[in-house]
């Protein structure tokens, strides 16, 4: 019997290692892609030794190549009449499971790398929330930062004017991401109505609440990550109340998790933007941080001017040497690092929640789950944000909305069904306390079954 399965973990391992060197032969100079898939795939192991029909299936290497990556040209004129040009991206990654769906990050780092990974996190994420959505990524290496209303008007428009090709509200459904919000989500409306004649309300998701929007999905990332954090506390008898947290980033995800958070009773101390960190000892005034972020789109450093007894440190970084119980990363990929990751457990952290996608590099997730600290991966932590885009894409279907309770309601319920499925599968795959590997088993085998289901295609 030990000899079978032996046999089995020998032949599953040398798979899972086969497609990894694929990928990266096949992806050159595609580091955070790599990065993404060898955390899903080192997780697989009992899976596949247990299962070997997904091997003979060829389901890994058919998840790892995307149905189809388009990249495009995106000319748009600047406020001095100088002529810009940047490049869009859209992977639609895995349609298994319905239209693809994802955000769209508009930043300087996008690239093809950047979408593909984002992208293969995207499906698995989606899987989890357990709704009709597959998986895709995309956005654009424009840089939101100082440009003028009209610019990100002129820019949103040129980029749906080539994007609208391929969606549709049953084929492909973004969302915002990093530096796209309600504002770019509402000129990318705009401009694909006026293409398309019509208004097929669900082919986009965050819209705005007076034309089609979901109450609560402004809130729901972060909410969710608060709600995913909670159900890992409450199981070691801990609780957001009077605990101590660190919160990095200070964009729609990271504001709504200091909401959630504070209203759990949680002191909130620290957040961040990408040039430095405050510290306010009597905890985030969060009145002010809107203020500053959502309405003046001002610089974080400006927050110390409101409240003198709050510091400012320039550079991100060091937001993870402030001692916490709980830390929120809500940035962006892999903001923790080994060495980070060694300060916070040294200061005592017990949990860490990632609202961000991909914060955590793959060393200091070792790190976590080596010293015992409970710890809620991205594509389970944050999935709260897709979860609500889906429930406006039902909302919109049968024209109707719901109250923001109702929403948030289900919000609630679907993040502990996700923490549930989680625990239900590291426990089964002899991986009890990994939630990393219990998300992955759980979402790899929806998407994997339902892809079997389908043939090859
Ligand atoms: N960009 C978000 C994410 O990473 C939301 C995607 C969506 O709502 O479609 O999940």
Redesign the pocket.
């Known amino acids: 019997m030990t000899a079978v399965i032996t046999e089995h973990e020998t032949r599953a391992a040398e798979y899972i290692r086969s497609v990894y060197e694929g990928v990266v032969r096949r992806n050159p100079y595609e580091p955070e892609f790599h990065q993404a898939v060898k955390e899903f795939t080192d997780t697989l192991l009992p899976v596949l030794a247990k299962h070997p029909h997904y091997i003979d299936q060829a389901v890994l290497e058919r998840m790892v190549e995307p149905e189809r990556l388009v990249t495009f040209r995106v000319p748009w004129v600047d406020d001095q009449g100088q002529i810009q040009v940047n490049r869009g991206f859209r992977v639609q990654f895995n349609s298994t499971l319905g239209p693809y769906?994802?955000?769209l990050r508009f930043h300087p780092s996008v690239n093809a790398n950047i979408v593909k990974f984002?992208g293969f996190e995207?499906i698995y994420?989606n899987a989890l929330t357990g709704q009709p959505i597959g998986g895709g990524k995309g956005g654009s290496d424009f840089d939101p930062k100082g440009k003028s209303d009209m610019e990100i008007m002129r820019f949103t428009q040129s980029f749906m004017t080539e994007l609208y090709k391929y969606l549709g509200e049953d084929t492909d459904?973004?969302?915002?991401?990093i530096g796209v919000g309600a504002r770019e989500i509402g000129y990318m409306f705009g401009q694909y109505k006026r293409i398309r004649g019509g208004n097929e309300s669900g082919v986009l998701?965050?819209k705005g609440v007076r034309y089609g929007g979901s109450l609560g999905r402004t809130e729901a990332?972060g909410y969710g990550c608060v709600y995913f954090v909670q159900e890992m506390l409450k199981f070691a008898g801990l609780s957001f109340e009077g605990s101590r947290v660190v919160v990095s980033g200070s964009g729609n995800v990271a504001i709504y998790a200091i909401e959630k958070a504070q209203q759990l009773g949680a002191h909130v101390v620290a957040c961040s933007d990408s040039a430095g960190y405050i510290y306010d000892p009597e905890g985030i005034d969060l009145a002010l941080l809107k203020q500053l972020k959502e309405k003046d789109r001002k610089r974080i450093s400006e927050y110390v001017t409101v409240r003198p007894q709050a510091t400012y440190t320039a550079g991100w970084e060091g937001i993870w040497t402030i001692p916490c119980e709980i830390a929120l990363p809500c940035a962006t990929q892999n903001e923790i690092d080994g060495e980070a990751a060694a300060t916070l457990v040294r200061n005592g952290v017990k949990a860490v929640g990632e609202g961000a996608?991909m914060p955590s590099t793959l060393e200091a997730i070792d790190i976590f789950l080596e010293h015992g600290v409970l710890f809620g991966p991205a594509k389970a932590a944050?999935?709260g944000?897709?979860a609500v885009?889906a429930l406006e894409m039902s909302q919109n279907s049968m024209r109707q909305s719901w109250t923001f309770e109702e929403v948030d309601g289900k919000l609630h319920q679907i993040m502990k069904n996700i923490y549930e499925r989680a625990v239900v599968a590291s426990e089964e795959y002899g991986c009890s306390g990994n939630l990393v590997a219990g998300a992955n088993i759980a979402a790899f085998l929806h998407v994997a079954d339902a892809m079997i289901a389908q043939g090859v295609v």
Do not use: I
């Open positions: 769906k994802g955000g984002l995207q994420k459904v973004p969302a915002g991401d998701t965050g990332t996608n944050n999935a944000g897709v885009s």
